[in-house]
């Protein structure tokens, strides 16, 4: 077992304890992937949720800044405005990579036996909330670290349906192992994503077959690569546009 593996272990165990998974999983205001996160890239407290000017930052050592961020990165737009210019800022981003599924009932208390969902999570998972903030991932201060993770995902058989299923609430995620951490200092880092399998020119749909995701994502994501210059519109087939991978120079 390598040394971040084994510290995120340990991490993980210290914040869980046996009593708070038994007794409080999902109580907290600050839900539980967050805050082992948290102590996994910064175990000193005292550089925990720190003042920053007129925000508040997950981590600050005094040199830089570290963000937890599941969801929602338009919401960072204002303080990566305020951050940036005075220090380096790194957003962890979880993606729930491989997910076993347990369902809680309120009345009883009963848990579900963990069932494996056969959908894994991606790295293009990430492409929306990168979109977001695709005006500040030039910066170099900035950089993005996609943390693909294998978790337990607690829901409340509170939904509709015979099994109380459909629509049912998210409650609190565990994240039990890191499966593999990568790193974006630079916009031309994501033509890592870029399929190999890919032939030029390329539709959406080609596209998405290759890289193993639904079209509308495949979407997004062309439209990430345009922006940056990495790819660009060609010409048409019919009425389906073609597009080709642009070979930036130094």
Not at 31 to 46: A, F, G
Not at 181 to 208: G, W
Request: charged share 30%.
């Amino acid at each position: 077992m390598d040394i971040q593996k084994q510290r995120f272990l340990e991490v993980k165990e210290r914040v869980l304890g046996e009593e708070r998974l038994r007794t409080s999983i999902g109580t907290l205001s600050e839900k539980t992937t967050h805050i082992i996160l948290k102590n996994y890239y910064e175990p000193d407290v005292d550089k925990q949720e720190i003042s920053v000017g007129n925000y508040v930052a997950d981590i600050f050592t005094g040199q830089e800044i570290i963000e937890i961020q599941s969801a929602g990165f338009g919401k960072m737009r204002d303080k990566l405005e305020a951050f940036l210019p005075e220090y380096p800022v790194t957003i962890v981003h979880p993606i729930p990579y491989i997910k076993r599924l347990i369902w809680i009932d309120q009345e009883t208390g009963d848990l579900s036996t963990p069932h494996r969902s056969p959908k894994k999570g991606s790295v293009y998972d990430a492409f929306l909330e990168l979109y977001r903030i695709r005006d500040y991932l030039e910066d170099r201060h900035l950089t993005v670290k996609l943390l693909l993770l294998e978790l337990e995902e607690y829901k409340l058989l509170n939904g509709y349906g015979k099994n109380r299923k459909i629509r049912a609430s998210k409650y609190d995620r565990i994240p039990l192992d890191i499966k593999e951490e990568i790193v974006i200092e630079r916009p031309e880092d994501l033509m890592q994503f870029v399929p190999l399998e890919l032939e030029e020119p390329f539709t959406v749909m080609q596209f998405a077959k290759a890289a193993h995701i639904n079209e509308r994502m495949a979407r997004l994501v062309i439209k990430l690569y345009c922006y940056y210059g990495m790819m660009e519109h060609t010409g048409k087939d019919g009425r389906t546009y073609l597009y080709e991978i642009i070979e930036k120079k130094n």
